[in-house]
């Protein structure tokens, strides 16, 4: 037949032309001549339908035999030459031994693992221990036993994240710490602060995220007073930024504490003159805190005619800003090693 002797012609011509592409490019080519689609083979079996019937079966199988010994034979010639390139490297490129050697970045803890440890030791010093609670949390944990009931306008204060199970969300706050330490404690007094990763849905700012460390300061026990709470964190502060810094108390509101205030300290990074980061107030609030509401300590086991305490909430974010004078909160969590090299 004559379609079999032309496949013949083919295969040969194919693996002869083949054995002279020296480079990529020229094995490529190749590939596009022999194999693509205009290529003489695979015209072959486009013109099948046109032959005898009794020929077709004898064409067809030696079309694809002849296809399979050309797609062979690329295969090898192109890992023939990869090798060939790559032993042609080996020879010239040579390795100078005298170079110096880069040097090797040791890692280092996070400026905000740094800061929460720092916080662990200064209330450690003052008798806190340290009590962890889920960042998942139940609906319940995070609003309702804080004496924030469903539908209480004072949910509007938080944007929540929600899962897609119903009645579980991702914490806003620490807070709901509060309810597993006082139900895992009562009726014995406790001193504990609760740190964690909050979530909120909020617009991102120079001083604001969506998600951000914070730590919960609780203490319950029989005649605390918010002269106590004042003490405590008065304290704190002075032990983080220096006996000489400035602070302020503001009255506040939060549902789960009556009376409720903020804690605010003077601005570092502009020098109480005004930026953005403290609003041009010249004041930035680190934390709110007042005396646990009885409604609170008794959902956490506790007889609110016999024990009281106080809880405060800190942002560590704004406690590193103020300490290494940053003026953009965001810069926590970008990842940029020439930011995070400098602590």
């Known amino acids: 037949m004559e379609t079999l002797k032309r496949l013949e012609e083919i295969e040969k011509a194919g693996l002869d032309t083949l054995q002279q592409a020296a480079d990529e490019t020229a094995l490529q080519a190749w590939k596009v001549t022999h194999l693509g689609r205009s290529s003489a083979v695979m015209t072959v079996f486009s013109q099948l339908p046109q032959l005898p019937k009794d020929e077709r079966p004898a064409v067809g199988q030696r079309a694809n035999l002849v296809k399979q010994a050309l797609e062979s034979a690329y295969t090898i010639r192109s890992q023939a030459l990869k090798e060939a390139a790559l032993n042609l490297a080996l020879q010239s490129e040579r390795l100078d031994v005298t170079l110096p050697g880069r040097r090797l970045i040791p890692g280092r803890l996070h400026l905000e693992t740094r800061t929460l440890r720092e916080v662990y030791r200064l209330f450690g010093e003052m008798g806190f221990q340290v009590y962890r609670s889920p960042d998942v949390e139940t609906d319940d944990n995070n609003f309702g036993l804080l004496n924030i009931p469903e539908y209480h306008p004072a949910r509007d204060m938080w944007d929540t994240f929600h899962t897609q199970t119903p009645g579980v969300v991702l914490r806003t706050h620490t807070s709901p710490g509060q309810i597993r330490a006082m139900r895992?404690?009562?009726?014995?007094?406790?001193?504990?602060?609760?740190?964690?990763?909050?979530?909120?849905?909020?617009?991102?700012?120079?001083?604001?995220?969506?998600?951000?460390?914070?730590?919960?300061?609780?203490?319950?026990?029989?005649?605390?007073?918010?002269?106590?709470?004042?003490?405590?964190?008065?304290?704190?502060?002075?032990?983080?930024?220096?006996?000489?810094?400035?602070?302020?108390?503001?009255?506040?509101?939060?549902?789960?504490?009556?009376?409720?205030?903020?804690?605010?300290?003077?601005?570092?990074?502009?020098?109480?003159?005004?930026?953005?980061?403290?609003?041009?107030?010249?004041?930035?609030e680190i934390l709110g805190c007042g005396m646990i509401h009885p409604v609170v300590l008794q959902n956490g086991g506790y007889d609110p005619r016999e024990f009281s305490g106080f809880a405060a909430g800190m942002g560590t974010g704004r406690v590193s800003m103020l300490r290494h004078r940053i003026d953009d909160i965001r810069n926590l969590w970008l990842n940029d090693i020439r930011f995070l090299e400098q602590f």
Not at 218 to 239: D, M, P, Q
Not at 248 to 272: H, K, M, N, Q
């Open 184 to 284: 895992e404690y009562a009726p014995e007094p406790i001193r504990v602060i609760l740190p964690g990763m909050c979530y909120r849905y909020e617009q991102v700012t120079v001083r604001a995220d969506i998600q951000f460390y914070q730590v919960e300061v609780l203490a319950v026990g029989r005649h605390i007073t918010f002269g106590n709470l004042k003490g405590t964190l008065t304290e704190f502060a002075r032990r983080m930024y220096g006996v000489d810094v400035r602070l302020r108390f503001r009255p506040s509101y939060f549902p789960f504490t009556e009376p409720s205030a903020e804690l605010d300290v003077e601005c570092f990074i502009c020098g109480g003159l005004g930026c953005p980061v403290c609003k041009n107030s010249g004041w930035l």
